[in-house]
């Protein structure tokens, strides 16, 4: 009972509790002694912080990183979203690539790493690659469904008013399509975001904070983890913030789904 | 009349059977231009393998048992993973879900834990674990968690509370107000979140096979590809392909079938 007439300010105190106690936990248990613990008390990550923001590691590691992720998702998603709508547009081209595609989805994004990294080395581009794979198939399902799921009733109507061809991809099975296409690429830019640094831990060239976590964990150094780790969520919570604006924005004229 | 229904039938198997041919037949032609392209010998054979070989290759591995052995081993640790990792969801999601004390206490560092990609947790795990089986089933139990956690709370949430009050007006027990009324309501948002933890944690299982196991499909491949093999690359990509689509099929059909009583 008494939880239920909690004050906001209560609530955010009490969801305090659990992070402090665990924190304080490890700060005590570093002291102790443990191997894997030791090397990196709570304490210790401040100064990890300071140590790669003052190198330049890591605005190196997150720059290459974000730029690795976006190219990967403007190529895959842009790719992925013209052939989806392609293949909802005509038919005959969903007969012929759409089982091939279907059939390639089912692998694993992280599956066609060693593949791509024999085909192309593993370097930069072999990366950006499997960002681009990563992105490539949210963004063709998504738009795919919306472009071959517009009302018939719209349709209709543009019938009723002549629409060529052309007009009608404009103004109804486009904009039709479009929630839909922003989901694709909502979910396709979060799997460029996991694509990416899966294939920085993976492959581990030149900068990024896939590779950084990679050399850290290498060096036994726990607390450049860690604040690798943290970044990467700070980063990936940000693009997520930005998406479900540019959402709202773009669909301000969809009623409110339920 | 009976030769009627026949034909009728036999119409429609055949006409089955040319739908499957036509959506086939992209995907045969397809093949068949790999393998006129790699037998051309424009590219060489580590870079372009006929298919026919690569299937002679699955068949050899399949025969001498070693795919047996990497794929009992993947799904061996994605069972175990996922069932701990599920296990573990489902209580976690019941108990943010039922007490409010609970969410105020646990549910803002869930969320922020949440935010982090699970192949980035995959080099912490390694410094805490080793590289042995229980970080593998660790990474697998974490990649399944979170969905199954989710979806558990949401479908507890989600119950009418209507639905509540007519228990209480039947006088239901506590114990029948869960089996008649909590449990049937939320599975089919459980058994979706399940069904997205399982194939998450297909995928996560693969990637840390390839960055350290001495079995599996992904160290198949990831061996493959340090040898130079793209035979058995490609082999581990079909079978991991092949292991995802019935992972997925088979969690749909499960999935269906437990919201069944929605559309009823």
Redesign the interface.
């Known amino acids: 009972m008494s939880?239920?007439s909690?004050s906001r300010g209560?609530?955010i105190a009490?969801?305090?509790?659990?992070?402090v106690i665990?924190i304080a936990l490890w700060q005590w248990r570093a002291g102790s002694g443990n191997a894997?613990i030791g090397m990196a008390p709570p304490s210790a990550l401040f100064n990890a912080l300071g140590e790669v923001l003052r190198n330049g590691t890591l605005l190196a590691d997150a720059s290459a990183t974000l730029t690795r992720t976006f190219v990967g998702f403007f190529i895959g998603a842009s790719l992925g979203t013209a052939i989806g709508i392609a293949t909802a547009l005509f038919p005959l081209l969903n007969?012929?690539?759409?089982?091939?595609l279907h059939?390639?989805r089912?692998?694993?994004?992280?599956?066609?790493?060693?593949?791509i990294?024999?085909?192309f080395g593993s370097g930069e581009g072999a990366e950006r690659i499997v960002v681009c794979v990563a992105a490539f198939f949210p963004a063709m399902l998504n738009s795919h469904a919306g472009a071959a799921g517009v009302e018939r009733r719209f349709l209709d109507v543009g019938r009723v008013y002549g629409l060529d061809r052309l007009q009608r991809l404009r103004f109804i099975q486009l904009p039709a399509a479009l929630p839909l296409v922003m989901t694709g690429l909502t979910q396709s830019l979060a799997f460029a975001?996991?694509g990416t640094?899966?294939g920085e831990?993976?492959m581990g060239a030149n900068a990024g904070?896939?590779v950084t976590?990679?050399q850290?964990?290498m060096q036994?150094r726990?607390d450049i983890?860690?604040v690798?780790?943290a970044t990467?969520?700070?980063l990936?919570?940000g693009i997520?913030l930005i998406l479900q604006h540019l959402r709202r924005t773009l669909l301000r004229w969809q009623p409110v789904l339920p | 009349m009976t030769t009627a229904i026949l034909r009728g039938a036999g119409g429609e198997l055949g006409r089955s059977v040319a739908a499957a041919l036509?959506?086939?037949a992209?995907?045969l032609i397809?093949l068949a231009l790999w393998q006129v392209a790699s037998m051309s010998h424009i590219f060489p054979p580590?870079?372009m393998m006929p298919p026919a070989d690569v299937l002679h290759t699955l068949f050899k591995m399949a025969q001498s048992g070693e795919l047996e052995r990497h794929v009992s081993d993947s799904l061996f640790r994605l069972t175990i993973g996922f069932v701990i990792g599920a296990a573990a969801g489902l209580l976690f999601g019941a108990a943010i879900s039922l007490?409010?004390?609970a969410e105020?206490?646990?549910?803002?560092?869930f969320m922020?834990l949440w935010?982090?990609?699970v192949?980035?947790?995959?080099?912490?795990l390694?410094?805490?674990l080793g590289i042995g089986e229980s970080f593998k089933i660790a990474t697998v139990a974490i990649a399944a968690f979170f969905p199954v956690a989710i979806a558990t709370f949401d479908g507890i949430r989600g119950v009418p509370k209507a639905w509540f009050d007519v228990g209480r007006v039947y006088r239901l027990r506590l114990a029948d107000t869960i089996g008649l009324i909590l449990i049937p309501a939320t599975v089919p948002a459980v058994v979706t979140g399940l069904r997205i933890g399982l194939t998450r944690a297909?995928?996560v299982l693969?990637?840390t096979e390839?960055?350290a196991a001495d079995s599996g499909i992904?160290q198949m491949?990831?061996m493959?590809?340090q040898l130079?093999q793209?035979d058995v690359?490609?082999a581990?990509?079909i079978v991991?392909?092949?292991i995802?689509?019935l992972i997925?099929r088979g969690a749909r059909a499960i999935e269906s079938r437990a919201t069944r009583w929605r559309t009823a």
């Open positions: 939880a239920r909690l209560q609530r009490i969801g305090f509790v659990a992070p665990l894997v007969r012929i690539i759409g089982p091939a059939a390639l089912q692998v694993p994004m992280i599956g066609w790493l060693p593949l990294a024999l085909w975001w996991i640094i899966g831990i993976l904070l896939g976590m990679q850290a964990q036994q726990l983890v860690l690798a780790v990467t969520a700070a990936g919570f997520n | 036509t959506s086939a992209p995907l397809l580590q870079i007490s409010r004390l105020a206490a646990l549910s803002p560092l922020t935010q982090v990609p192949i980035a947790v995959v080099p912490l390694v410094m805490y297909w995928v693969v990637a390839l960055l992904g491949m990831e493959g590809r130079f793209i690359v490609l581990g990509v991991s392909g092949v995802g689509f997925d």
